[in-house]
């Protein structure tokens, strides 16, 4: 019998929190983390989107060492914090018999760009001499894997996957086949993103993607709902330790879950659209629970990639009918974007550490500024509240530009 995939750690910093724990009470009070863009001044830089779900509080010098700290990207910052919690909780030792039996899969969407494009600026209004000759390694998008290797000496397989909003979940998902396959013994994975730059909110609201509800954004991201109109950007990063059931359970760490399956697949469809049926997503959702070993009637939640914008919404809804039938009005889904707002890459992570937590604590995040129901969304979207319920397998959906579509089942650990 294959031994299974454990979660035996997990950390994230992200617009709820800078911790597990700290994120994972907010996100069951219903708590928003959007609110006015303090990175920089958005109406001086003529810009139409003026809120996002920033972190909040985040001092890096707090968790690393200052001046690593400022030749690194505020991603790669994040995604070393959030590995260091990860570490940490599942009580891994890295040594040099087992360094290069050690994986590091840190993916992200777009990489450092903060750093690039500070240095664009300063390239054209001061020359390339004052270019900081740190900017390949800040703005590369695998810095984030990088700098946490060299961080933590771990010596194996060490990269990034780069598949736009399911980076994240793509990442995760590559590190499960390695560890099947005995490439490597335990990994750290998961993903960091950070956008919200005046390029990057520019650039995803000329796509018509995001909301623009400046002046009262209480009731925004709407994710499902009718009168939904657009994501709110997001940023952070969320990481999780994974091993083989075996080593974890020999060396007595605390298993919190079993990854237990993941699915990939390509509309082939449209650059930024998703298929209008949502078939890329109903084979990954299918691909997944095949992966575990799961039927249809197993799934207890799933957290949504839902996003808030009128195609993705109700595509996913489409999605999530074909590929569980009839059952598809009985399960629980949210989508917690309508509090972190979307993170791009690193979103898909995060969400898989909401569904080891709503497994262990028997409790479902809400889906809040729900208020209107649109007959083409029609499914049980958690509406404002979180909800207690028992669940032994949960989905988490992640869908991203270029029609790339990844699902992870998350087994309650027995």
């Given at each position: 019998?294959q ?139 695998n ?8 961080e ?30 005995g ?27 995001m ?29 999780i330790?994974?091993?083989r ?19 990939a ?128 397998l ?21």
């Amino acid at each position: 019998m294959q031994d299974r995939i454990v979660i035996t750690g997990m950390g994230t910093v992200n617009p709820l929190g800078l911790s597990v724990s700290e994120s994972w009470a907010n996100v069951i009070a219903g708590k928003s983390g959007v609110g006015p863009i303090t990175l920089f001044d958005s109406r001086a830089a003529k810009l139409h989107v003026h809120i996002a779900a920033e972190v909040k509080n985040f001092k890096p010098e707090n968790y690393m060492d200052a001046r690593e700290a400022r030749r690194r990207d505020r991603f790669e910052q994040f995604a070393v914090t959030a590995s260091k919690e990860a570490i940490e909780r599942s009580g891994l030792q890295v040594t040099e018999a087992n360094a290069g039996r050690i994986g590091v899969i840190i993916s992200s969407a777009i990489g450092g760009l903060h750093s690039l494009q500070e240095a664009i600026l300063t390239n054209y209004t001061e020359g390339p001499r004052k270019v900081s000759p740190f900017l390949i390694p800040m703005l590369m998008a695998n810095g984030g894997a990088g700098m946490t290797a060299i961080e933590f000496g771990i010596k194996g397989p060490c990269f990034s996957v780069a598949s736009a909003c399911a980076s994240g979940a793509y990442g995760i998902g590559t590190a499960l086949m390695m560890l099947r396959t005995g490439m490597i013994d335990a990994a750290v994975t998961g993903a960091a993103e950070t956008t919200i730059t005046t390029t990057g909110v520019a650039a995803f609201d000329r796509v018509g993607a995001m909301s623009r509800k400046n002046d009262d954004y209480s009731m925004t991201p709407q994710p499902f709902d009718k009168n939904r109109d657009g994501l709110v950007m997001g940023e952070g990063a969320a990481v999780i330790v994974l091993e083989r059931e075996s080593d974890a359970k020999k060396r007595g760490a605390n298993i919190l879950a079993e990854l237990a399956g993941y699915g990939a697949t390509a509309d082939a469809f449209h650059v930024t659209a998703p298929h209008e049926h949502g078939a890329g997503g109903a084979a990954a959702i299918r691909m997944a629970l095949e992966s575990a070993r799961a039927n249809v009637d197993e799934v207890g939640y799933i957290n949504a990639h839902g996003t808030g914008t009128a195609l993705n919404d109700q595509a996913e809804t489409r999605a999530i009918k074909t590929a569980l039938g009839d059952l598809a009005y009985k399960v629980p889904i949210s989508s917690t974007k309508s509090m972190t707002g979307h993170m791009m890459g690193a979103t898909g992570a995060l969400e898989v550490l909401f569904c080891v937590q709503a497994i262990r604590e028997g409790i479902l995040p809400p889906t809040i500024h729900y208020e209107t129901p649109d007959p083409e969304c029609d499914l049980d979207y958690i509406p404002n509240k979180a909800r207690e319920a028992k669940v032994s397998l949960a989905l988490s959906n992640a869908f991203g530009f270029g029609g790339h579509n990844a699902v992870l089942a998350i087994r309650k650990y027995t």
